[in-house]
């Protein structure tokens, strides 16, 4: 071989060598080594690389412009605290999610906007997210100094949200296979929100609190929204230990005595609400439908709610002859609702609220005015209803309670300390059924071969951890949330910097009261903000049906003795300086749950 050939040779190989090993950098890059984006509000700048914790970006601004890939991380640093938003239309993988996190020590990093700076927005979310395989975590949302309405008590106004996943028309994997999970959203409309066309998202292990705000629309009319932990227009999601507490408002122009909803699912359907707790909240679920989209298929289970404010109800749903009805296929089931106020009523449902409507199977519901309520047949069983003074008002207009339902103490733990766990003698021990369809759904439980318990808690004996039933490292009850104690927030009321509403503002000339949620059109860009959600916001005050004659008799197996009554303040509250749930513990207890 000449000496030419073997330069060539030589040149060939080098060439396809510097080939493989570009190929195999590039592949490697796009599966093995993602890239970290770091954010620092003090000694950051726009102009560094952003790719390490020595040359990290300042603004979110700037983090919008990065493109994000599969496996990739947009880390904001702890203890700081962000204006602006973030706009995350990047698409991860079900292998591979795109995180947007926090990194450092200390607390969360927050994102907090002040009203003056956003006064031209006027559907504000401080974390929008419409990509699909994005996992938002470790952060926090606010706004401070909302508008008041001097002439509603100070009210805060405006449409504020601090986490949301809406959806781009024009990418159909947009608002998919996102997880909001140990977020904290508080001052705001609403904390948060997933929207119209947004599906199989997940909210979980977050905190909820004091979501205050409320937007006006028509005086007169029905159409006040906000005063919500959370805001469902889309499908499929699931929304599982969350704390959701004191989401609520102090004034409203239509006639409802402090706005508020845990969770409002709005012309939803398939959403998952599973092993909540709710703490001071008005109503827990309020369901309605719109006049194109049925709501249907919604589960409701292994939740616990407690409130002291007057009018709670726990599940409110409607029926086909409700303007806002009607809501097919609700399943309540094993929820533990305590509500101590004496205009207090746990589900309501009536315009035609029949068994394809609304199924409450093994909850126990303790509620001072009316346990329950319903206008047609309905599929109800084994359920534990109760009230202070040992005789609930079951109002079934067209039936009458199921036999395997019980008016009976229900024996909880501490009711005053709001441990609902159960006592050795309580009724609801072994007397539930299982739920089939529950675990259609692609929840687990604990299936031991004995009864369910009614309730959201479920009582493990000694006897049963003896057996080996039961591990024995499995505690009775798993504290799955930490989070700031509720004595430590304190109501701050409106100050004098925030700036007045002379007059509430009616509807620009293109809404009406009755304007459903709507899909950004096909013009608008993943960085626009969404239009308004869920418009009219129905009321979570049933009006009142006759008196009807109570059908249940009291069971004599437990003494019926009223347990205390528990008396809570009852002070409007805004703009809290809430505890960093990380470095303050607080046990919520939840059901035993695999």
């Known amino acids: 071989m000449s000496k030419l050939h073997q330069v060539y040779l030589r040149a060939f190989i080098l060439l396809l060598i510097g080939c493989l090993l570009f190929s195999f950098r590039n592949t490697s890059e796009a599966q093995g080594n993602p890239t970290t984006y770091f954010l620092d509000c003090n000694s950051g700048s726009d102009g560094n690389s952003g790719t390490s914790q020595n040359k990290p970006w300042r603004s979110l601004d700037k983090a919008n412009t990065a493109d994000l890939r599969p496996g990739d991380k947009l880390l904001l640093k702890r203890e700081c605290v962000f204006a602006g938003r973030i706009v995350a239309p990047w698409h991860g993988t079900s292998e591979n999610n795109i995180i947007i996190g926090a990194y450092g020590s200390g607390e969360r990093p927050k994102i907090q906007n002040r009203m003056k700076d956003i006064e031209h927005d006027d559907h504000h979310i401080n974390v929008r997210v419409t990509g699909s395989h994005i996992t938002v975590e470790n952060l926090k949302a606010t706004i401070t100094n909302p508008k008041i309405d001097p002439n509603c008590e100070n009210q805060t106004r405006g449409y504020y949200v601090g986490f949301a996943v809406t959806v781009n028309p024009s990418d159909q994997q947009s608002g998919k296979f996102n997880t909001f999970r140990n977020v904290e959203a508080f001052n705001n409309t609403i904390g948060a929100f997933l929207g119209p066309g947004s599906k199989n998202n997940v909210v979980t292990d977050s905190y909820f609190h004091h979501n205050n705000v409320m937007q006006l629309h028509t005086l007169g009319k029905n159409d006040e929204l906000g005063a919500w932990g959370m805001l469902i227009n889309g499908d499929g999601n699931t929304i599982s230990n969350n704390l959701f507490e004191r989401n609520r408002a102090w004034c409203s122009y239509d006639g409802i005595d402090r706005p508020s909803n845990s969770v409002e699912i709005y012309a939803a359907s398939d959403n998952v609400i599973f092993n909540n707790t709710s703490i001071e909240d008005r109503v827990f679920s309020e369901m309605g439908s719109s006049d194109t989209v049925v709501a249907k298929n919604n589960l409701?289970?292994?939740?616990?709610?407690?409130?002291?404010?007057?009018?709670?109800?726990?599940?409110?749903?409607?029926?086909?002859?409700?303007?806002?009805?009607?809501?097919?296929?609700?399943?309540?089931?094993?929820?533990?609702?305590?509500?101590?106020?004496?205009?207090s009523q746990g589900v309501v449902c009536g315009a035609g609220c029949n068994s394809n409507i609304l199924i409450v199977k093994n909850n126990i519901i303790w509620a001072e005015e009316k346990a329950i309520f319903a206008s047609d047949p309905i599929i109800e069983e084994r359920n534990i209803f109760w009230s202070?003074?040992?005789?609930?008002?079951?109002?079934?207009?067209?039936?009458?309670?199921?036999?395997?339902?019980?008016?009976?103490?229900?024996?909880?733990?501490?009711?005053?300390?709001?441990?609902f766990n159960l006592k050795n003698t309580s009724p609801a021990i072994d007397a539930g059924s299982s739920m089939t369809w529950v675990a259609d759904r692609g929840v687990s439980f604990d299936t031991r071969n004995i009864n369910w318990d009614i309730g959201s808690h479920e009582y493990i004996s000694q006897d049963d951890i003896d057996s080996?039933?039961?591990?024995?490292?499995?505690?009775?009850?798993?504290p799955t949330q930490t989070i700031a104690p509720t004595a430590t927030i304190e109501p701050i009321a409106p100050t004098a910097t925030q700036t007045p509403i002379t007059e509430p503002s009616p509807p620009t000339a293109t809404q009406t009261a009755?304007?459903?949620?709507?899909?950004?059109?096909?013009?608008?860009?993943?960085?626009?903000?969404?239009?308004?959600?869920?418009?009219?916001?129905?009321?979570?005050?049933?009006?009142?049906?006759?008196?009807?004659?109570?059908?249940?008799?009291p069971v004599s197996n437990v003494p019926a003795t009223p347990l205390p009554t528990v008396t809570h303040a009852a002070t409007p509250e805004a703009s809290p300086p809430p505890s960093d749930p990380e470095t303050t513990k607080f046990t919520v207890w939840l059901p035993v749950v695999r």
């Open 300 to 343: 409701i289970a292994f939740n616990t709610a407690v409130s002291s404010l007057g009018d709670a109800r726990f599940v409110v749903s409607r029926g086909a002859s409700h303007k806002f009805g009607p809501v097919e296929t609700t399943r309540v089931l094993n929820n533990t609702v305590v509500y101590t106020s004496s205009t």
């Open 388 to 419: 202070s003074n040992g005789d609930p008002f079951i109002q079934l207009e067209k039936s009458s309670l199921h036999h395997t339902s019980m008016i009976i103490n229900p024996q909880l733990q501490n009711r005053a300390q709001q441990n």
């Open 468 to 478: 080996g039933v039961i591990p024995t490292e499995t505690p009775t009850q798993i």
């Open 514 to 553: 009755t304007t459903e949620p709507q899909l950004p059109t096909a013009t608008q860009t993943p960085t626009a903000e969404p239009q308004n959600p869920a418009a009219t916001q129905t009321p979570t005050v049933e009006p009142e049906p006759p008196a009807a004659t109570q059908t249940a008799t």
